[in-house]
């Protein structure tokens, strides 16, 4: 089980909107709008940016980034965990499942998660991002440094994402893909001409999905 971060694992695009503008304003920058967002909404940060705010610059971005990033995790206004998610996780490793974050965040994007007092520390058998891999998606190349640690076949393994570049990362690599579509942010439309074994509403319906697909019934869409 290989699961995305962003909107997927956690709800994240709203309050990144709203982080993103409070760094541009302290570099005296007029604020994206909404739509902008939106539109750049999975890109890498660094790589959205030029398109979200025209002439910025990136490396102060990224500085004041980092401390505004820490301040919102620590106030709980980013990366918040939901009680029914980690619920979820610990179902899926109770039933013999090994879970694994791929994202494309940097590893100073994702250090917090990783911190041993985090909610998310021993439910993670891994954690692959921009610092540790070699392709970033929505390349099928980004499972690489995955499925060579692992040993499994990507027949074996399923990714849960929110996007359509994670659909066509999955597809690229030959896992299975889960769409989650809690944060409203997609609609089913916009997954068409990539394979989605699984359209779910809520992150914690995965536990069903999975225990479906290992029954063999892979390939069933949700409706």
């Known amino acids: 089980m290989v699961i995305d971060v962003d909107d997927t694992l956690c709800l994240?695009?709203?309050?990144?909107f709203e982080l993103e503008n409070e760094v541009l304003a302290r570099l005296g920058r007029a604020p994206m709008s909404r739509s902008v967002h939106l539109s750049t909404w999975g890109l890498p940060l660094l790589e959205a940016m030029p398109r979200r705010s025209?002439?910025?610059?990136?490396?102060a971005f990224a500085a004041v980034y980092q401390e505004v990033l820490g301040a919102y995790v620590a106030d709980g206004r980013v990366d918040a965990v939901a009680p029914e998610n980690l619920r979820a996780l610990d179902e899926l490793a109770a039933a013999g499942h090994g879970v694994m974050l791929l994202t494309s965040r940097t590893e100073a994007e994702v250090a917090h998660?990783?911190?041993?007092?985090?909610?998310?520390?021993?439910?993670?058998?891994?954690?692959?991002?921009?610092?540790?891999?070699?392709?970033?998606?929505?390349?099928?190349?980004?499972?690489?440094?995955?499925?060579?640690?692992t040993g499994l076949e990507p027949a074996q393994c399923v990714?849960?994402?929110?996007?359509?570049?994670?659909?066509?990362?999955?597809?690229?690599?030959?896992?299975?893909?889960?769409a989650c579509m809690q944060s409203g942010v997609r609609r089913r439309a916009d997954f068409d001409g990539h394979r989605v074994d699984a359209f779910i509403d809520a992150f914690p319906e995965m536990v069903e999905v999975?225990?479906?697909?290992?029954?063999?019934?892979r390939g069933m869409t949700r409706l």
Not at 12 to 16: D, G, I, L, N, V
Not at 162 to 176: F, K
């Open 159 to 178: 990714y849960v994402g929110d996007s359509p570049g994670d659909a066509q990362a999955a597809n690229g690599a030959g896992l299975g893909f889960i």
């Open 210 to 217: 999975i225990a479906r697909w290992v029954s063999g019934e």
């Open 113 to 149: 998660l990783l911190a041993p007092d985090h909610v998310l520390a021993g439910r993670l058998d891994g954690v692959y991002h921009a610092g540790n891999v070699r392709f970033g998606k929505p390349d099928g190349r980004a499972f690489d440094e995955l499925l060579a640690a």
């Open 12 to 16: 994240t695009e709203a309050a990144c």
């Open 54 to 59: 025209p002439g910025v610059d990136l490396v």
